[in-house]
């Protein structure tokens, strides 16, 4: 699933960095852009379903709470850290016409480390006051109600309830108002963005349960209903005569919205367990689960190549062909560099000690009269 959301995000960004104007009148166009609605909450969804399996290993361990929250934190820091190092980097890459505020940015690896940070948070409570066996049952309530909780705050910190007396850097991370006075529906904040994690953390920890474990192709097909009826249940609310809000935007904040992207992240969930388990990711290497496997490394690299002064085809002037050909070269490059990754993950020291090896053995190598040739005496060993 994550490299599922990696290959939606090239083609999203591809698309939507070198395409000409008249291009971008064009119904692929638009589909393509649809289709980009998917890798931030698939991104934020395996999050929480990652932050759910290392939670739950470290709750067999017999950690206490205190434990595990603070390991789990931690890694949520590190990544909101790799996020702000990465808006250093654009910046600096962009020196001369990048404004300053673009260090201030928020982009979805800052929204994923604050996400983990607070289902650590979450999960500490929770674990601190249930320690039986009704723990689980809690943990997924607890997130349940989280994210819709979050998804239903949306709306009113878009627009009535909008934090405004807050600096603008500190707003933004509320409803994403960065610094134009408005939420911008192009960045990443807490609200509705970390909605997805938590529902992420739930579905994580039902299907670690032991009856999920057992039966785990029924959990992951009943995924895949609940998933539909999530969407049906979101369509009859949204054609419901009455508001909840004062302004209602469907497409940005609505709560109706959220539940038809949680519910097509379920649909997805249990299509990627039935391509796993019967389908194409049985038959060999993968490309999507390799490019999931790096998935942080290639979200970093391709952005230059994309949008950056290393891109490798000229912004916002391309047909569609070229662009196709364009994203093609895309993919296999940062195939290629995942693939490189995962090899040489964890093996630094094997690469250095051989080729401080290599270098020893020129270093030392008897020069080449000294190399007895055939039919020479052999030197007299000592």
């Known amino acids: 699933m994550r490299g599922l959301a990696c290959v939606l995000m090239f083609q999203t960004h591809c698309y939507d960095s070198w395409l000409s104007p008249a291009a971008r009148q064009s119904k692929f166009f638009m589909y393509s852009q649809l289709g980009g609605t998917f890798p931030a909450p698939l991104f934020l969804f395996l999050a ?13 361990k017999n950690l206490a709470p205190t434990e ?14 790799f996020g702000l190092l990465f808006r250093l980097q654009e910046y600096v890459i962009a020196w001369g016409w990048a404004p300053l505020s673009d260090l201030l940015r928020v982009d979805v690896l800052n929204t994923i480390g604050l996400s983990m940070m607070l289902m650590g948070v979450l999960c500490w409570l929770v674990l601190s006051l249930h320690r039986g066996t009704h723990a689980r049952e809690a943990l997924v309530l607890a997130s349940a109600a989280a994210a819709l909780l979050i998804s239903l705050l949306t709306p009113p910190l878009w627009t009535t309830w909008r934090p405004d007396w807050l600096p603008w850097p500190l707003e ?13 529906a192009w960045l ?9 994690a938590f529902a992420g953390l739930a579905a994580g920890f039902i299907l670690q349960g032991p009856t999920a474990r057992k039966r785990e192709t029924l959990f992951f097909f009943l995924a895949g209903v609940f998933g539909l009826v999530l969407v049906l249940v979101s369509r009859w609310l949204d054609a419901q ?4 809000y004062t302004v209602y935007d469907y497409w940005h904040t609505s709560p109706s919205f959220f539940l038809v992207r949680v519910g097509l992240l379920l649909m997805i969930l249990a299509g990627g367990y039935a391509w796993c388990r019967w389908g194409a ?40 062909r070229t662009s196709s050909l364009g994203l093609l070269t895309i993919f296999l490059a940062m195939l290629i560099l995942a693939f490189l990754r995962t090899r040489w993950k964890g093996r630094g020291a094997e690469v250095l000690a ?17 190399i007895p040739t055939e039919g020479s005496k052999p030197a007299r060993s000592t």
């Open 188 to 196: 990443f904040p807490i609200f509705p963005w970390t909605g997805f």
């Open 48 to 60: 929480g379903v990652s932050f759910a399996l290392v939670t739950e290993k470290l709750w067999q």
């Open 172 to 184: 933004s991370y509320i409803n994403g108002v960065h610094n134009f006075g408005t939420p911008q």
């Open 241 to 244: 005569p009455e508001r909840l």
């Open 68 to 81: 595990i929250a603070r390991t789990t934190i931690r890694r949520g820091a590190e990544i909101f850290a």
């Open 281 to 320: 990711g049985q038959w060999g290497f993968s490309p999507l689960i390799q490019l999931g496997q790096a998935s942080l490394l290639v979200y970093w690299v391709h952005l230059e190549f994309v949008y950056g002064r290393a891109s490798i085809l000229p912004k916002h002037s391309e047909s569609i």
């Open 354 to 370: 051989f080729l401080r090896g290599k270098a020893n053995a020129r270093e030392f190598s008897p020069p080449p009269d000294a």
